[in-house]
Nanobody, 126 residues
Framework: QVQLVESGGGLVQPGESLKLSCAASGVIVKWYRIGWFRQAPGKEREGVASIDNSSGRTIYGESVKGRFTISFTICADAAKKSVLLEMNSLKPEDTAVYYC???????????????WGKGNLVAVSS
């Protein structure tokens, strides 16, 4: 059973930066794509960023390109896979609950996600 545990998030002012981490355990497949979706109040869930463990190819949502960066990081627990989302130049419209997600398929879409994290709130407000 795959478990995704998120950390980070919080309240920041516009223009500031924030980091989100996701530690995945129980991943036994050779290839997967992992990243984040977000859901703002009253809006549909949307893809933010993802990365695959083979080529390192990244996919970013249009609204975050050039501001957010996703990468794999070294986890102290070798049995876990860890990814980091660095969010810069944050805007009020980035306010949402951010969910870590993993898929073993070819598409990065809400319907294709195999496991979800519980979500972390990111709030951007002055």
């Amino acid at each position: 059973q795959v478990q995704l545990v998120e950390s980070g998030g919080g309240l920041v002012q516009p223009g500031e930066s924030l980091k989100l981490s996701c530690a995945a355990s129980g991943v036994i497949v050779k290839w997967y794509r992992i990243g984040w979706f977000r859901q703002a109040p009253g809006k549909e869930r949307e893809g933010v960023a993802s990365i695959d463990n083979s080529s390192g190819r990244t996919i970013y949502g249009e609204s975050v390109k050039g501001r957010f960066t996703i990468s794999f990081t070294i986890c102290a627990d070798a049995a876990k896979k860890s990814v980091l989302l660095e969010m810069n130049s944050l805007k009020p419209e980035d306010t949402a609950v951010y969910y870590c997600a993993i898929t073993y398929g070819n598409s990065w879409s809400e319907d294709g996600v195999d496991s979800w994290g519980k979500g972390n709130l990111v709030a951007v407000s002055s």
